[in-house]
């Protein structure tokens, strides 16, 4: 881990999980959420800042995270703050009452948690811009719930093949909003973009008043 990490996380740990919003730890701590389809990398990408490898559930089979996981970030210090791995959205072979059953927990909790401060929508770098994951961020924005995006799995394409696809998704979300939220590009392969990502949940938990 490189000290830059550790200044930021201190410790991490296991809370709860959660089958709904209102069975979420009863805390006031600033929340932060990882949310995206189903594979697309959250709970490893949870694992990589967190630096444990074991924390989040990760899975090669799409549909691993189901309910709502709370982890404990610098716990009994005064920059303490949730992280929380949410279920994937969007799993095909889930089938439609599973599905349904999901959507709902993701939207009651992202409407219902007051102590949320942002998600951070997870999006496959390898792939053009998917209609679920712009109407999911429409759905969002309709509602004030702000939010960043997360470009994953960043190893696996050359550094023009980003470019381009993350260009490609700016111009898709330019066709509906004015502006773009915060955009992080990772790999929890290579650990490209936690540090970023990290000072950004630094910098917006500085700025809240507690
Ligand atoms: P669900 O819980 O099923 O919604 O999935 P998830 O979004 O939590 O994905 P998870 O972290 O379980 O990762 C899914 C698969 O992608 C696993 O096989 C991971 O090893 C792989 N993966 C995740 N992040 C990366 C990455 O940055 N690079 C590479 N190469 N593989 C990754
Ligand atoms: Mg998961």
Same mark, same amino acid.
Request: proline share 5%.
């Given at each position: 881990?490189?000290?830059?990490?550790?200044?930021?996380?201190?410790?991490?740990?296991?809370?709860?999980?959660?089958?709904? !919003?209102?069975?979420?730890?009863?805390?006031?701590?600033?929340?932060?959420?990882?949310?995206?389809?189903?594979?697309?990398?959250?709970?490893?990408?949870?694992?990589?800042?967190?630096?444990?490898?074991?924390?989040?559930?990760?899975?090669?089979? =799409?549909?691993?995270?189901?309910?709502?996981?709370?982890?404990? !970030?610098?716990?009994?210090?005064?920059?303490? #703050?949730?992280?929380?791995?949410?279920?994937?959205? %969007?799993?095909?072979?889930?089938?439609?009452?599973?599905?349904?059953?999901?959507?709902?927990?993701?939207?009651?909790?992202? $409407?219902?948690?007051?102590?949320?401060?942002?998600?951070?929508?997870?999006?496959?770098?390898? $792939?053009?811009?998917?209609?679920?994951?712009?109407?999911?961020?429409? #759905?969002?924005?309709?509602?004030?719930? =702000?939010?960043?995006?997360?470009?994953?799995?960043?190893?696996? !394409?050359?550094?023009?093949?980003?470019?381009?696809?993350?260009?490609?998704?700016?111009?898709?979300?330019?066709?509906? #909003?004015?502006?773009?939220? =915060?955009?992080?590009?990772?790999?929890?392969?290579?650990?490209? %973009?936690?540090?970023?990502?990290?000072?950004?949940?630094?910098? !917006?938990?500085?700025?809240?008043?507690?």
């Amino acid at each position: 881990m490189s000290p830059f990490f550790l200044n930021m996380i201190h410790t991490a740990q296991y809370i709860s999980s959660a089958p709904d !919003v209102k069975a979420c730890p009863k805390s006031s701590l600033p929340e932060y959420a990882f949310i995206g389809r189903s594979n697309v990398g959250k709970s490893s990408l949870i694992n990589m800042l967190t630096n444990q490898k074991g924390l989040a559930k990760t899975s090669s089979k =799409p549909g691993k995270t189901l309910l709502i996981n709370h982890f404990l !970030v610098n716990a009994g210090r005064a920059d303490a #703050w949730h992280l929380v791995d949410l279920p994937g959205y %969007g799993f095909a072979k889930a089938g439609q009452d599973q599905r349904e059953r999901l959507k709902q927990m993701i939207e009651r909790y992202c $409407l219902g948690r007051e102590q949320l401060v942002s998600l951070f929508v997870l999006v496959d770098c390898r $792939l053009e811009p998917q209609k679920i994951d712009l109407q999911f961020m429409q #759905w969002l924005g309709e509602q004030g719930i =702000p939010f960043a995006i997360v470009f994953t799995k960043a190893d696996k !394409v050359g550094r023009e093949r980003l470019k381009l696809n993350v260009e490609a998704y700016k111009k898709a979300l330019l066709e509906t #909003w004015e502006e773009l939220p =915060p955009v992080f590009m990772t790999s929890s392969e290579s650990r490209l %973009g936690g540090e970023e990502l990290l000072a950004y949940i630094e910098q !917006v938990n500085k700025g809240l008043v507690r």
